[in-house]
């Protein structure tokens, strides 16, 4: 479905609407798995040692991180002049 609606972008609205589509969707998408890890992973995986805030910190650094490589990947592959 993502694809389908990112095709309709590009051919509508250009490129560059279609970066913001992209980086909208990797926010939504690495925040939602970021309060994920929050909320379950990691207080499971450290146990009761770290404080809560520690574990928020901590999600939130995996989901800035990702987010911005992730992106920085999309970007240099649209830049790509050619496939290989």
Known sequence: MITLASLL??????????VLFIAATIT???SEIS???GKYFFPNFV???????IIYMFSF???INAG??????????LKAETVL
């Open 61 to 63: 650094i995996v989901f």
């Open 35 to 37: 309060f994920l890890l």
């Open 47 to 53: 146990g009761e040692n770290i404080s809560k805030e």
């Open 28 to 30: 939504v998408i690495y």
């Open 9 to 18: 972008v590009v051919n509508f609205f250009g490129k560059f609407t279609y």
């Open 68 to 77: 911005y490589f992730t992106f920085m990947l999309i970007l240099d592959i």
